[in-house]
């Protein structure tokens, strides 16, 4: 019968014994500094889609709408809100086939413009923001801004796709329209705010490094 570890020792000595400490695996190791390299690089990519997106939505595609609405712009580019008279012109302008266009451009572009801005946010304030509190304040602004983008895209789907225009519907959509600006104006705001105090965590030098 095997002998146990303790008996092998207890006849042989403790050089009998063999090592207990584990193995481990040098190479699996990570340094602070290279995992803070990798969510930098997440960062830059996501920052980098944002700015392609939004270009995408707002400067491109949401323009060239304007070719199908006779002149008339969409409601996600009018930063101050628009009125019922508005969207009444645009319905009668824009056909079926034109509000379908339009739809998709909610349902691809518009929808991941601001999941993606949002993500990489979030992620920009995570690492730089040493703070509890207020990474978690910032947080609040750019998610705010994703979830009130994708409702504002239904909500003028529904508004312009609706058989009787209704007063409230427009003031609906109006608003979060207005909203979802000014929540992607702070957001960017909140950005400013995580890197400058990113920057003033790598000028204080770490305990073990000023010894």
Same mark, same amino acid.
């Given at each position: 019968?095997a002998?146990t570890?303790?008996?092998?020792?207890?006849?042989?000595?403790?050089?009998?014994?063999?090592?207990?400490? *584990?193995?481990?695996?040098?190479?699996?190791?990570?340094?602070?500094?290279?995992?803070?390299?990798?969510?930098?690089?997440?960062?830059?990519?996501?920052?980098? *889609?944002?700015?392609?997106?939004? #270009?995408?939505?707002?400067?491109?595609t949401?323009?060239? +709408?304007?070719?199908?609405?006779?002149g008339?712009?969409?409601?996600?580019? +009018?930063?101050?809100?628009?009125?019922t008279?508005?969207?009444? *012109?645009?319905?009668?302008? +824009?056909?079926?086939? &034109?509000?379908?266009?339009?739809?998709?451009?909610?349902?691809?572009?518009?929808?991941?413009?601001?999941?993606?801005?949002?993500?990489? &946010?979030?992620?920009?304030?995570?690492?730089?923001?040493?703070?509890?509190?207020?990474?978690r304040?910032? #947080?609040?602004?750019?998610?705010?801004?994703?979830?009130?983008?994708? #409702?504002?895209?239904?909500a003028?789907?529904?508004?312009?796709?609706?058989?009787?225009?209704?007063?409230?519907?427009?003031?609906?959509?109006?608003?979060?329209?207005?909203?979802?600006?000014?929540?992607?104006?702070?957001?960017?705001?909140?950005?400013?705010?995580?890197?400058?105090?990113?920057?003033?965590?790598?000028?204080?030098?770490?305990?073990?490094? *000023?010894?």
């Amino acid at each position: 019968m095997a002998k146990t570890p303790a008996q092998r020792a207890k006849k042989h000595g403790a050089a009998a014994t063999p090592p207990s400490a *584990a193995v481990v695996n040098a190479g699996t190791r990570r340094s602070p500094a290279k995992a803070q390299g990798n969510a930098n690089l997440i960062v830059i990519a996501g920052a980098v *889609a944002s700015l392609f997106l939004f #270009w995408y939505f707002h400067l491109l595609t949401l323009n060239q +709408m304007t070719d199908l609405s006779g002149g008339l712009a969409m409601p996600d580019s +009018m930063v101050f809100g628009f009125n019922t008279s508005h969207i009444e *012109a645009l319905r009668s302008a +824009m056909n079926a086939d &034109a509000l379908g266009q339009l739809q998709f451009v909610h349902k691809t572009a518009g929808t991941l413009f601001p999941l993606v801005f949002g993500l990489s &946010a979030v992620t920009l304030m995570a690492i730089n923001v040493a703070k509890k509190w207020l990474r978690r304040l910032l #947080w609040v602004f750019p998610v705010l801004f994703a979830g009130i983008q994708l #409702w504002a895209n239904v909500a003028i789907d529904d508004m312009l796709g609706a058989k009787v225009l209704d007063a409230s519907s427009v003031t609906l959509a109006s608003v979060l329209v207005v909203a979802s600006w000014v929540l992607l104006v702070v957001s960017l705001a909140g950005t400013g705010v995580a890197l400058s105090a990113g920057r003033r965590k790598k000028a204080v030098p770490e305990p073990d490094a *000023a010894a």
